[in-house]
């Protein structure tokens, strides 16, 4: 597996990013983890840092790398991608 400190950065913000944003950072203190605690449970190549860079919006992840965010925070990703459907990107 691949450091998952080596994402794509995003080339210019967005609404969908600033929604996703607070979405992961609502759904990981709903959780009562600290960023340290979540990049521990996500395992290998995942550090606070790397937490930090996707709760900044500054790092992307990808749609594995989501679906392993939602199973460790025990949520539905499926609502989460609802949710980011209906915001608009103009």
């Known amino acids: 597996m691949s450091d998952a400190g080596e994402g794509e950065h ?4 967005s609404a ?3 929604v996703l944003r607070i979405l992961l950072i609502e759904r990981r203190r709903q959780a009562n983890l600290t960023q340290a605690q979540l990049a521990e449970r996500l395992g290998d190549g995942w550090h606070q840092s790397t937490v930090a860079s ?5 790092r992307k992840i990808d749609v594995l790398e989501l679906l392993k965010i939602a199973e460790v925070l025990e949520f539905d990703p499926a609502d989460l991608l ?6 608009r990107d103009d």
């Open 10 to 13: 995003w080339s210019m913000p």
């Open 82 to 87: 609802k949710t980011l459907s209906t915001v």
């Open 54 to 58: 996707v709760e900044s919006g500054s």
């Open 16 to 18: 969908r990013i600033e």
